[in-house]
């Protein structure tokens, strides 16, 4: 599994678009970038995947330059119920539900009134 | 949208004794996993689980643990003779199997060991 790093946390406000990038340095040609979502007592929950480019969902945007070193994931004007944490996770096949998911420690996001 | 359940959604159990977690997978999913988290770490892989038998398991899932699918719904996580280190939230996951579906995990059990 290629490892990541990516901020331990991050503050922001309401209504602003909020950018976590995940480094990858070692991603491998047919890995997957895929990014969890974890709000406090609950189970973590799939935002969004991608191989490269660029790609958008209701909830998140996840952009990945050419050479796939690192990613970023963007959020668009958040609310204090993006509050939570949010892991990066590099592997091939892509993250799938036939298979098991290592998680890293994430990045805790605080968003403020 | 279909959701995994959990329960109980807090256990508090003597240490030694015997503790079961129930969950209700998404029905028409065929891989089920069990993950934990203790406080302040990271979500830890514990058992994966499809055609009726564990497909992978992780070190932490040692003879004090088992899993069942009793009866085509349910997925139950068996600790025998906890220990204090076993305090945690346990979440159970479970998918459908095809490619690029992620997995739908429950929002967990808080297990508390005195």
């Known amino acids: 599994l290629a490892k990541t790093t990516q901020p331990i946390s991050m503050d922001s406000y309401e209504g602003q678009e909020v950018n976590i990038t995940c480094s990858h340095n070692?991603?491998?040609?047919?890995?997957?970038i895929t990014w969890y979502q974890q709000f406090p007592s609950q189970g973590p929950r799939f935002i969004i995947q991608?191989?490269?480019t660029k790609v958008t969902n209701e909830v998140a945007s996840l952009f990945i330059p050419a050479d796939r070193k690192s990613s970023t994931l963007s959020l668009p004007r958040v609310s204090l119920s993006d509050t939570a944490v949010y892991y990066c996770l590099v592997a091939d096949p892509p993250y799938s539900s036939a298979s098991k998911i290592i998680f890293g420690s994430g990045t805790r996001l605080s968003i403020r009134p | 949208e279909p959701e995994v359940t959990q329960t109980p959604s807090h256990q508090v159990t003597q240490m030694g004794q015997e503790v079961i977690l129930r969950c209700v997978p998404i029905?028409?999913?065929?891989?089920f996993y069990w993950y934990r988290q203790i406080l302040g770490q990271k979500v830890e892989f514990l058992v994966s689980f499809y055609n009726n038998e564990i497909s992978e398991k992780s070190e932490i899932f040692d003879d004090q643990f088992s899993v069942e699918r009793p009866d085509g719904s349910n997925f139950t996580l068996k600790i025998r003779s906890t220990k204090l280190e076993d305090s945690a939230m346990y979440f159970c996951a479970s998918g459908a199997g095809t490619s690029n579906q992620p997995q739908h995990f429950g929002d967990g059990t808080r297990l508390s060991i005195l």
């Open positions: 991608g191989y490269k």
């Open positions: 029905s028409n999913h065929l891989y």
């Open positions: 070692n991603i491998a040609t047919n890995d997957y």
